[in-house]
C-alpha cells in the first residue's frame, strides 16, 4: 500500500509558472513599456510644435487683420503669457495654447515678426514674419531669420557699377 501511496503523490502536478515563464513575461513587459514611452515623448513633442505653429498663425491672421483695416501693421507690443489677446483695435481675440509666451510685432507698420516659445520645452521655438506668411511657421526666431533692409537706395555710380545703401 505504500507503493501506491507513493506513486500518487508524484502524478500531482505542481500549480505556477516557472523561472522562465515568468523572465520572459518580464522581458517582454519591459520592451512593451519602453516602446510607449519613447512614442508618447515623440506625441507630446509633436503637439507642442502643432500648439506654438497654430498661435504663431492665428497671430500673424490677427496682424493681417490689423492692416487690412488700418493700412499697416500694429505697432504696439505684443503682450506675453497671456491666456488671450485682444487685438489692438477690438476686432477680435487670440486665444493662445496654454504655456505659449509670444514676443514681436511690428516696429514699422510695413513689416512684422512673432516668436512663440512654449514653457514645457523652452528649447523649441518657433516664429512667422510677413515674408515668410504663406510658408506658416517657421523654426527659430524671428533674430535667426534673415535681416531685413529698411530704407534700401540704389545709385547708379558709373556705366558698370551700382551704389546700394539702406538702414
Not at 44 to 61: E, P, Q
Not at 131 to 156: E, F, H, I, K, W
Request: hydrophobic share 35%.
Amino acid at each position: 500500500m505504500k507503493y501506491i501511496a507513493n506513486m500518487k503523490s508524484h502524478n500531482i502536478k505542481a500549480k505556477g509558472f516557472t523561472l522562465v515563464e515568468i523572465m520572459v513575461t518580464l522581458v517582454v513587459t519591459g520592451i512593451l513599456v519602453a516602446i510607449s514611452v519613447v512614442a508618447y515623448g515623440d506625441y507630446k513633442h509633436k503637439l507642442l510644435v502643432s500648439g506654438l505653429k497654430s498661435d504663431l498663425t492665428t497671430m500673424a491672421g490677427a496682424m493681417e487683420n490689423f492692416r487690412t483695416f488700418n493700412n499697416g501693421y500694429s505697432t504696439s507690443s505684443l503682450p506675453t503669457n497671456v491666456s488671450t489677446y485682444q487685438a489692438t483695435n477690438g476686432n477680435g481675440s487670440v486665444t493662445l495654447t496654454d504655456g505659449v509666451t509670444i514676443a514681436g510685432g511690428s516696429s514699422d507698420g510695413k513689416t512684422f515678426c512673432i516668436d512663440a516659445v512654449n514653457s514645457s520645452d523652452p528649447s523649441t521655438y518657433y516664429y512667422i514674419d510677413s515674408y515668410t506668411l504663406s510658408q506658416g511657421a517657421q523654426s527659430g526666431s524671428c533674430v535667426d531669420s534673415r535681416p531685413v533692409p529698411q530704407n534700401l537706395l540704389a545709385a547708379m555710380v558709373s556705366n558698370s557699377s551700382i551704389r546700394i545703401t539702406w538702414d
